[in-house]
């Protein structure tokens, strides 16, 4: 049975883009196998695509390539926009089918390279967060640090953005990610935004399944409306009820013959 789910794959390379579509078994079959977290660190995705001419994508992937995921049920919507790892590039034959994945990380080459140097006779950590997110150069998602600092005696910064968006977000209890190209800072222990997903018994994949320290992991059909962790989700009914903030997502999409549209969430109570 075909729902209409849909998988874009975006390369850009060398100068130009090769894009790859499917839906519900039509075109290519396409898989994507992405976790994320909200740690500081890249989150990773394998990207596997059968069916493609040899060499197709080779002149493409080199030190530089990107590639930007996309998914939906119907239209489309940005799932992963991230960095091809060099070397991670394969292009051969697994039994009778042509195959091609390359691994890629979401947030890993973003201020990869970006210094910041910067010094206050008298200032607090809102003006900090504002020097940083100006000198990121990348859109701002959110910006709810968990609290404000004063720094009556000064601040001072230099050396890599990474390490003092560290800094500043352990001192005012925040967290920082990069997640597809876009900057999210919101309070340790809270929620990256307002938004819910609501899940009720029809869509639940599976039953919800305690993990340590008191978390739950949930799967459900994946539409195109991303959970990412910082989200929160609610479930109606049953002994796992109530708003959960998510710690970790995973998604696994398939396009194939037997379509995998599934979004796993682990997290907390909020």
Same mark, same amino acid.
């Given at each position: 049975?075909?729902? /209409?789910?849909?998988?874009?794959?975006?390369?850009?390379?060398?100068?130009?883009?090769?894009?790859?579509?499917?839906? =519900?078994?039509?075109?290519?079959?396409?898989?994507?196998?992405?976790?994320?977290?909200?740690?500081?660190?890249?989150?990773?995705?394998?990207? %596997?695509?059968?069916?493609?001419?040899?060499?197709?994508? *080779?002149?493409?992937?080199?030190?530089?390539?990107?590639?930007?995921?996309?998914?939906?049920?119907?239209?489309?919507?940005?799932?992963?926009?991230?960095?091809?790892?060099?070397?991670?590039?394969? =292009?051969?034959?697994?039994?009778?089918?042509?195959?091609? +994945?390359?691994?890629?990380?979401?947030?890993?080459?973003?201020?990869?390279?970006?210094?910041?140097?910067?010094?206050?006779?008298? %200032?607090?950590?809102?003006?900090?967060?504002?020097?940083?997110?100006?000198? *990121?150069?990348?859109?701002?998602?959110?910006?709810?640090?968990?609290?404000?600092?004063?720094?009556?005696?000064?601040?001072?910064?230099?050396?890599?953005?990474?390490?003092?968006?560290?800094?500043?977000?352990?001192?005012?209890?925040?967290?920082?990610?990069?997640?597809?190209?876009?900057?999210?800072?919101?309070?340790?222990?809270?929620?990256?935004?307002?938004?819910?997903?609501?899940?009720?018994?029809?869509?639940?994949?599976?039953?919800?399944?305690?993990?340590? /320290?008191?978390?739950?992991?949930?799967?459900?059909?994946?539409?195109?409306?991303?959970?990412?962790?910082?989200?929160?989700?609610?479930?109606? /009914?049953?002994?796992?009820?109530?708003?959960?903030?998510?710690?970790?997502?995973?998604? %696994?999409?398939? +396009?194939?013959?037997?379509? *995998?549209?599934?979004?796993?969430?682990?997290?907390?109570?909020?």
């Amino acid at each position: 049975m075909r729902y /209409g789910h849909r998988l874009r794959v975006r390369v850009t390379g060398s100068g130009r883009a090769v894009t790859v579509d499917a839906v =519900d078994g039509d075109g290519p079959t396409v898989e994507i196998k992405l976790a994320r977290t909200a740690d500081t660190k890249a989150d990773e995705a394998q990207v %596997t695509v059968y069916g493609l001419r040899p060499g197709y994508l *080779s002149e493409l992937v080199r030190d530089g390539a990107t590639c930007q995921i996309s998914a939906g049920l119907g239209s489309l919507s940005g799932l992963c926009t991230g960095r091809i790892v060099p070397g991670s590039y394969v =292009d051969g034959v697994s039994g009778q089918d042509r195959v091609t +994945s390359w691994t890629m990380l979401d947030g890993r080459a973003e201020l990869r390279d970006v210094t910041v140097s910067r010094s206050w006779t008298s %200032t607090d950590s809102a003006a900090v967060w504002d020097y940083l997110v100006a000198q *990121s150069g990348l859109p701002l998602g959110s910006l709810r640090p968990g609290r404000v600092v004063q720094y009556p005696r000064g601040y001072v910064m230099a050396g890599g953005w990474r390490r003092e968006a560290e800094r500043i977000a352990a001192a005012t209890g925040s967290r920082f990610v990069i997640q597809s190209g876009t900057l999210q800072v919101w309070p340790d222990g809270g929620t990256l935004t307002d938004r819910r997903l609501v899940l009720g018994p029809d869509q639940i994949v599976g039953d919800p399944a305690a993990v340590d /320290g008191g978390r739950v992991r949930v799967a459900t059909v994946y539409t195109g409306r991303p959970v990412n962790p910082g989200d929160t989700w609610r479930i109606e /009914g049953g002994e796992y009820a109530g708003i959960w903030t998510a710690e970790a997502t995973e998604w %696994t999409l398939s +396009s194939g013959r037997t379509p *995998s549209w599934y979004m796993t969430m682990t997290g907390r109570r909020a």
